[in-house]
T-cell receptor
Framework: DGGITQSPKYLFRKEGQNVTLSCEQNLNHDAMYWYRQDPGQGLRLIYYSQIVNDFQKGDIAEGYSVSREKKESFPLTVTSAQKNPTAFYLC???????????FGQGTRLTVV | EDQVTQSPEALRLQEGESSSLNCSYTVSGLRGLFWYRQDPGKGPEFLFTLYSAGEEKEKERLKATLTKKESFLHITAPKPEDSATYLCAVRYGGSQGNLIFGKGTKLSVKP
């Protein structure tokens, strides 16, 4: 089945620790995105990548980092510098930057 | 100022009671308007893309329309399984290919 796989589904982190969220797609899409979703707010863009080995900051990139070494993979690291990391994180991909995006099932990160 | 505004925030319908959700946008140079459905604890599911004013798309009980300033998602004779949050997003000339989302409309359909 083609799609976007995010793992893990639930993640708990202690304050001060870095954590990496996985996102893999087998749709052969060029563009990939990371969004954050908080209650009562729309999805906010963290980082995006339109091609391998290239990525740009979104609206709320502070405290996050990404890499895009392979077309299929776009992992997100939540660093200890992120002040309020507890949220629902969504990864998406699209064929190009102009077409519809398809989403994974999300990772819920909780800082304990 | 929000670039994408969805209304109402929440909508309760009886099964079979048709209604519409609104998505208004203030961006210029629209390059696509997208509708998604999101169930609790899950990722958004793609529904429709609209590119130009006057365009319409249909899928089962859902019909999306687009004007120069807003889009409507019409729900005809809804069923309880249509209950979800419906998200609207736009791409425009200044968004560098990225989707800008509204906050969504939470739809509840009671039997």
């Amino acid at each position: 089945d083609g799609g976007i796989t995010q793992s893990p589904k639930y993640l708990f982190r202690k304050e001060g620790q870095n954590v990496t969220l996985s996102c893999e797609q087998n749709l052969n899409h060029d563009a990939m995105y990371w969004y954050r979703q908080d209650p009562g707010q729309g999805l906010r863009l963290i980082y995006y990548s339109q091609i391998v080995n290239d990525f740009q900051k979104g609206d709320i990139a502070e405290g996050y980092s990404v890499s895009r070494e392979k077309k299929e993979s776009f992992p997100l690291t939540v660093t200890s510098a992120q002040k309020n990391p507890t949220a629902f994180y969504l990864c998406a991909s699209s064929m190009t930057s102009g077409t519809e995006a398809f989403f994974g099932q999300g990772t819920r990160l909780t800082v304990v | 100022e929000d670039q994408v505004t969805q209304s109402p925030e929440a909508l309760r319908l009886q099964e079979g009671e048709s209604s519409s959700l609104n998505c208004s946008y203030t961006v210029s140079g629209l390059r696509g308007l997208f509708w998604y459905r999101q169930d609790p604890g899950k990722g958004p599911e793609f529904l429709f893309t609209l590119y130009s004013a006057g365009e319409e798309k249909e899928k089962e009980r859902l019909k999306a329309t687009l004007t120069k300033k807003e889009s409507f998602l019409h729900i005809t004779a809804p069923k309880p399984e249509d209950s979800a949050t419906y998200l609207c997003a736009v791409r425009y000339g200044g968004s560098q290919g990225n989707l800008i989302f509204g906050k969504g409309t939470k739809l509840s359909v009671k039997p």
